[in-house]
């Protein structure tokens, strides 16, 4: 029984422009932004408490552990 040929990878020509991919993002229907900045309104909808789950504290802990023993230590 022949064994079946192995395909070769097929070679792909790089585009000339390789920045065309950067093409501003297509506007979505809604509300315009307003143009000047200082009549936009933030509205802060956050609870005065944000739960805190021990895993979360432990995965902090772990990863900046270090940083945070840096940043509050008492001894200089």
Known sequence: M???RK???QCV?????LYDYARP???RP???TPEDPTIWTVKD???EVAPVTEAEI???EAWFGD???ELFSTRH
């Open 25 to 27: 993002p297509a506007r």
């Open 13 to 17: 020509a790089a585009p000339d422009d």
């Open 7 to 9: 395909s070769r990878p």
């Open 58 to 60: 432990e995965v902090f």
């Open 45 to 47: 909808d956050w609870r």
């Open 30 to 32: 809604g509300r315009p």
């Open 2 to 4: 022949a064994q079946p």
């Open 67 to 69: 940083l945070f023993d």
